[in-house]
């Protein structure tokens, strides 16, 4: 998987507005509904946008693509979630997964078209951790100087955020076995 770093680049060679946190949280949005197809869809999205798209740049956000729907159909909990390494500000690390949330629910929403999504969508459990998602989403960081215990809630809502995302693409498998959407982008 590229880093965040890498894929940050990439948006920005394409001249794409959105940060690398987001822009995943979208493509794994779209995976739950779209499965293997939200890959290409995604990046068609980005080249569509572009303009003068640099090859490279595709590739390696192609790469990143694929492999995340790959990991998340694998369903063995080896996903993870596109965010600045550990040694970055809590304050950056925290808005960028605020940013991977409100990508990840817009994918999701963008899709989620057909009467089979959003009766899944709806049912309680999913429903919950979408608005669980939702405050995520406006999360920040007030305090100047972070402690270890902002840390450690940094690190569970990663990892709540991480199994809510594989929780929903595992409830949405009957919709992507049966086409995933009335339309892709």
Do not use: K
């Amino acid at each position: 998987m590229p880093g965040f770093a890498g894929v940050a680049e990439a948006l920005e060679e394409l001249g794409i507005g959105t940060g690398a946190a987001e822009a995943h949280g979208e493509l794994c949005g779209l995976a739950c509904v779209l499965g293997e197809r939200a890959a290409d869809a995604w990046l068609a999205t980005l080249a569509g946008t572009s303009g003068t798209a640099q090859a490279a740049a595709l590739e390696l956000l192609g790469g990143m693509a694929a492999l995340s729907c790959e990991v998340l159909a694998e369903g063995a909990m080896r996903f993870t979630l596109l965010l600045p390494a550990d040694e970055q500000l809590l304050a950056e690390r925290t808005e960028a997964l605020a940013g991977w949330c409100g990508g990840f629910l817009a994918g999701l929403g963008e899709v989620a078209t057909t009467p089979a999504a959003r009766a899944i969508l709806g049912g309680d459990t999913v429903r919950e951790i979408i608005a669980d998602l939702a405050e995520i989403a406006r999360a920040t960081l007030d305090q100047a100087e972070p402690d270890a215990e902002d840390e450690i809630a940094y690190t569970e809502l990663v990892e709540f955020v991480r199994v809510g995302a594989q929780l929903l693409f595992d409830e949405l498998h009957a919709v992507r076995s049966a086409g995933g959407c009335d339309h892709l982008h």
